[in-house]
């Protein structure tokens, strides 16, 4: 691809987020930073700056660079902020995560998808990404509490460990809903004296599976 076309690709893909409604800068530029290409490999590699989601190992998905930015952006993150993803899956939104954030640890439940996410950190030079192998769904006790909670496969009900994970004044976004229909994408806020729940709009996530894969 000559530099020509992939600077008029990297502006369409820019454009087509401030459609969608991606206003904050810092995610942006994370957006434009970050290549999408380094985490599609195969069939698929080819449509990697459309505006979709994409088959990934193990039956997962790769999620739509709009959704993975609105979301970014929903969930506000600060430089100082240490932040747990769930769902790893390629890496890609975990590595949009790490532009912004001090820390960020993401936990998937396939270790296939783990060794490749950690692998694409490295050779982008991304030192500040851990990814394990565990099931996000009680989160990651010894690195809690966290400043931001990003879950990116659908809860029945946001996960009591991850509330509990949350350091008071953090945010977490997560899908709630079954797993086989639309979703409602959740903003949790935890206050001094609970939490507040906002609706933000609907999404569609693989659903959060317990325990670890087999592979
Ligand atoms: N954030 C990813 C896309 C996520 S797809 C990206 O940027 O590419 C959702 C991922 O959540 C899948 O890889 C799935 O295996 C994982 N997942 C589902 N249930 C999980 C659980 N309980 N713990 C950890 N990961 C889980």
Redesign the pocket.
């Known amino acids: 691809m000559t530099g020509e076309d992939n600077s008029e690709r990297k502006m369409q893909f820019l454009y087509t987020l401030r459609s969608k409604g991606v206003t904050d800068a810092r995610v942006l530029d994370a957006m434009e930073r970050i290549d999408r290409g380094v985490?599609i490999k195969g069939h698929f590699a080819p449509r990697a700056y459309e505006d979709m989601p994409l088959p990934?190992p193990?039956g997962?998905?790769?999620?739509q660079p709009s959704v993975?930015a609105l979301m970014t952006q929903a969930l506000n993150v600060q430089p100082r902020d240490k932040v747990l993803?769930?769902?790893?899956?390629?890496?890609?939104?975990?590595a949009i995560l790490s532009r912004l954030a001090r820390r960020v640890y993401t936990?998937?439940?396939?270790r296939r998808?783990v060794g490749e996410a950690q692998k694409r950190f490295e050779a982008l030079g991304l030192t500040n990404v851990t990814a394990l192998a565990?099931?996000?769904?009680f989160g990651l006790p010894e690195q809690a509490p966290f400043d931001r909670i990003l879950v990116?496969?659908a809860a029945e009900d946001p996960p009591g460990p991850l509330l509990a994970q949350l350091r008071v004044g953090g945010i977490m976004i997560v899908p709630v809903g079954q797993s086989d229909t639309v979703q409602r994408l959740i903003k949790v806020t935890r206050g001094e004296t609970g939490f507040d729940y906002d609706e933000l709009r609907e999404v569609r996530?693989?659903p959060?599976?317990?325990g670890l894969?087999n592979d």
Request: some cysteine; overall charge negative; proline content about 0%.
């Open positions: 985490f990934i193990c997962q998905t790769i999620s993975v993803e769930v769902g790893t899956g390629s890496g890609y939104q975990a936990v998937e439940r396939h998808l565990a099931d996000g769904s990116t496969a996530f693989v959060l599976v317990e894969g």
